[in-house]
């Protein structure tokens, strides 16, 4: 069976590394092809909130994360910081839709600036330009003037900026349903059906 369409994933060295986990975890079981980037700051955080060490290697995180998630064949592919060769430096190869999650405000500055220092930052980049979907899941409190005005200038081209703020009012037990919260947000602007958490008002009488 064909994969449904392909996404782009940056993970940065923001706090939420679950949210990052659970997003992926969630393309893969819909049947998703996903491009993954990981910063180095992005690694470290991973290694200090959840049990994955990484490697620094492309070849070899993608292998991790297939095995880790029971992906397909080719279903991750993970791209290295400097690879200016990957389909996601060019508008002509530019994916459905680009997600950073959890995105630092050192990336949202980079991005609004149009500052393309990495290939996660060009990848941005292209989105913009093209036209496509770019989704910023940006994780820092409190925000300064600086933050606001990066994500209103970003929010007048068009980047939906969705910060990784979970709400309480579907009956929270346990961190995973904070997180599965916000990636249902996600999923929800990427047009990817899902269950993780019942609609507003679902069931009231």
Excluded: N
């Excluded at 069976?1 to 993970?11: C, E, V």
């Excluded at 995105?103 to 600036?113: F, K, W």
């Excluded at 007048?156 to 009012?169: D, E, K, N």
Aim: proline content about 5%; glycine content about 8%.
């Amino acid at each position: 069976m064909p994969f449904k369409d392909t996404i782009a994933l940056a993970i940065t060295g923001a706090s939420g590394a679950a949210y990052a986990l659970r997003l992926l975890e969630c393309l893969v079981q819909a049947q998703w092809r996903i491009w993954l980037l990981v910063s180095q700051p992005g690694r470290v955080v991973l290694s200090m909130e959840t049990d994955l060490r990484l490697s620094g290697r492309p070849a070899e995180m993608t292998r991790q994360l297939t095995a880790r998630f029971d992906a397909r064949p080719g279903q991750i592919e993970v791209f290295g910081a400097t690879q200016w060769t990957a389909p996601l430096a060019s508008g002509s190869s530019a994916p459905g839709a680009m997600v950073v999650c959890p995105c630092t405000t050192g990336t949202l500055a980079a991005v609004a600036t149009g500052v393309s220092r990495s290939l996660l930052e060009r990848a941005a980049d292209v989105m913009i330009k093209e036209g496509r979907r770019l989704i910023l899941v940006v994780r820092e409190t409190p925000l300064s003037a600086i933050h606001l005005e990066h994500m209103l200038r970003l929010a007048q081209m068009g980047v939906v900026i969705l910060p990784a703020s979970p709400g309480f009012y579907h009956g929270v037990r346990r961190v995973e349903d904070l997180v599965d919260f916000v990636v249902a947000r996600i999923l929800d602007r990427l047009g990817i059906e899902h269950d993780l958490v019942a609609r507003w008002g679902a069931g009231s009488p």
